[in-house]
């Protein structure tokens, strides 16, 4: 007969368990195992079901058979730990739109945050302050290895200001600025300004040495808003050069003739303003009309401003009303005769314009075309005396017709 040793015990071994975390077995490390109560009636093969509802300790015991022999039996103690209480929370500051957030905080061990649909989240929490809905976190803590209850808290997010309405600044090189606060627009509300991200004092005042371009931020708080201020709003103030001077192009004009073109179109320039006088004196937005009526020279002044006010300096602007010349005179030859239907040049006409002037000829019934000085079959002709201002005289040749059969000499 073999007579085998004993199957080694399991080993005595404690198991926890949180609770009112539910049903839950009882697993060891054991072959082919054998359960007992506490009082050693055995149950049977199948691992106990611990209820965790109760908090008290419970004792079982347990053999097993590695080799057809079954072991001593060991004492299982299952420890159910409490179930830690929710962390303490409360509702955290109220937030404004668009402002700071802040880290959520709870009183309690080993927090872990959820979003509103128990998303856990990675600590350190901060709500969003883009939206002005409420957001709802949640929070649980864990002690000794167990998981309370999750604890909520609401982050409220008041809405912000409005933003001001606000418009550029220029300034030219050379000339005084104002302080920046000159910039704040009178609805404004609790104005505060910045620059690269840190508030500065409202009387700061833009150097205007140099061409250069200064950004700035104002925010404002509304009364009705919580305390909430707005988002910052741009505000660019401009240091620009003195514009150049316009250039023009003199002007002449016939004396007593209504005139055909503008000042204004004479200039090149933006926003232009004019002056009577090389320096000093009222400038006027309105472009002036030269008196024809008075022959001789006269100068107008005028400027360009750019989109800072900056002005320029003046550009003289001559504008010269000439006499209208006396009409030509001189003789005619004589009549001119057809011959063979060949034009031939119009009788002498003796005439010498004024210095400076120059002679146009003309038909009497279209005011182009005429050869100069014209050639001529029985039609009347006129000339223009023109010194930039013309007059004209109508001259009148009558033209004789030839007849192969019958002569007849110039009347």
């Known amino acids: 007969m073999l007579i085998k040793s004993k199957s080694p015990a399991p080993g005595d071994a404690t198991v926890d368990f949180c609770q009112l975390t539910g049903n839950q077995t009882l697993t060891i490390n054991a072959q082919n195992p054998t359960w007992y109560t506490s009082n050693g009636t055995a149950t049977g093969a199948s691992a106990p079901i611990i209820n965790t509802d109760n908090a008290s300790p419970q004792t079982y015991k347990v053999a097993q058979n590695t080799n057809g022999c079954l072991s001593d039996q060991s004492t299982i103690t299952v420890n159910i730990k409490p179930k830690p209480s929710p962390p303490t929370v409360s509702d955290p500051k109220v937030l404004c739109q668009f402002g700071p957030t802040a880290e959520l905080t709870a009183g309690g061990q080993n927090l872990q945050w959820f979003a509103s649909d128990d998303t856990p989240l990675t600590s350190p929490v901060k709500p969003n302050t883009d939206g002005i809905a409420s957001l709802v976190f949640k929070v649980v803590q864990t002690v000794n290895g167990c998981a309370s209850d999750k604890a ?22 050379g000339y005084p600025a104002e302080p920046i606060s000159a910039r704040t627009p009178a609805s404004t509300q609790g104005p505060k300004w910045y620059q690269g991200g840190s508030e500065i004092a409202p009387t700061t005042v833009p150097k205007t040495d140099q061409v250069a371009t200064f950004t700035y931020q104002l925010t404002q708080t509304q009364a009705d808003k919580q305390g909430c201020p707005s988002q910052p709003v741009n505000v660019v103030i401009s240091i620009l050069a003195t514009p150049l001077a316009p250039s023009v192009n003199n002007l002449g004009l016939c004396n007593n003739r209504p005139a055909t073109v503008t000042l204004d179109s004479r200039v090149s320039g933006q926003k232009l303003t004019w002056y009577e006088t090389p320096t000093g004196g009222t400038g006027s937005q309105t472009t002036p009309k030269p008196d024809v009526s008075v022959v001789g020279p006269k100068t107008y002044y005028v400027t360009q401003t750019n989109e800072g006010n900056c002005e320029s300096p003046r550009s003289p602007l001559i504008v010269t009303i000439y006499p209208i010349p006396a009409a030509p005179k001189g003789t005619v030859s004589g009549p001119v005769c057809q011959t063979s239907g060949q034009p031939q040049p119009i009788g002498a006409f003796a005439s010498t314009p004024d210095a400076g002037g120059t002679l146009t ?16 079959r029985h039609r009347p002709a006129w000339v223009l005396h023109c ?6 005289q109508w001259l009148y040749q009558p033209l004789h017709h030839h007849h192969p059969n019958h002569q007849q000499s110039p009347q």
């Open 152 to 173: 909520t808290l609401t982050q409220k997010i008041n809405p912000a200001s409005d933003k001001p309405t606000v418009t550029p600044g220029f300034y030219c090189v």
């Open 361 to 376: 000829w003309y038909w009497s019934d279209q005011l182009a075309g005429a050869p100069q000085p014209p050639l001529q």
């Open 387 to 392: 010194r930039r201002c013309p007059d004209h």
